[in-house]
């Protein structure tokens, strides 16, 4: 996992297959406006860009995924993300190969990250990640999530 801000991405530089996820937020000021699936590179790299009210920790679930890296980036407002190793955790709902995702029950203890706007984590597929939950305020979330095919 990876968290920074987004002026500091170039530091990552030496992640190749992150490079056109990162010039595609930068240059983007207005992304966060829309909403759906933004095409960068076909399926291999793609932007889902989301609006939502932060829920309550207690209606999260951990989810993970095999073939693609999640860039988490908040364009305004601020979610708590939780992390915690996938290979630690049970499996609650099975590995869906065609939609890439697993789900997980949250463990008695897991990383809780604050991600405000201009923030940014990578979560690789050994990263169970639990977004969308309420960090200080219930005010709407502007969120960008790049897929990064890795797997």
Known sequence: MIL?????WRRYSALAELREAFEFLEG???VCLGSGRVDIAGDRVYALVQA??????????FESHRRYADIHFVCQGAEMLGCAPVGELAVETPYDAEKDVAF????????????RKGHF?????????????LLDSNDQVMKVVVKVRVG
Request: aromatic share 6%; glycine share 2%.
């Open 52 to 61: 939502f009210t932060p829920k309550p920790i207690e209606e999260a679930r």
């Open 121 to 133: 984590a990578v979560c690789y597929p050994e990263d169970a990640h639990m977004p969308g939950c």
């Open 4 to 8: 920074d801000i987004l002026t500091n």
């Open 28 to 30: 983007q000021t207005e």
């Open 104 to 115: 997980h029950p949250k463990p008695k203890t897991f990383t809780q990250i604050a991600l």
